[in-house]
């Protein structure tokens, strides 16, 4: 391993992976304290809530109705209309 740089860049992603934690640290800090309300982020929040104002909103309800067509008649009728294929 004379001319290689495998050790070098394993030093160096060890290095990294000893510093991650306070990076993290730092941005969870500076995040709180400033980067949260700092005029980049306070225009992007304003946009995201006037566009969830324009928005339509879903319905309360999950209920689905199928089309009348492809929906059976009634049990105690003498004809049972089948969905397409051979679902039934």
């Known amino acids: 391993m004379?001319?290689?740089?495998?050790?070098?860049y394993t030093v160096l992603l060890l290095i990294f992976i000893d510093i991650l934690p306070f990076l993290y640290a730092f941005f969870t800090y500076a995040w709180d304290a400033w980067i949260?309300?700092?005029k980049l982020f306070r225009n992007a929040r304003k946009r995201v809530e006037l566009n969830n104002s324009r928005r339509v909103p879903f319905p309360k309800s999950n209920y689905y109705e199928p089309p009348t067509r492809y929906t059976p008649k009634a049990a105690n009728s003498t004809t049972v209309k089948e969905l397409p294929g051979e679902l039934v």
């Open 2 to 8: 004379k001319n290689s740089l495998f050790p070098t």
């Open 36 to 38: 949260k309300n700092s």
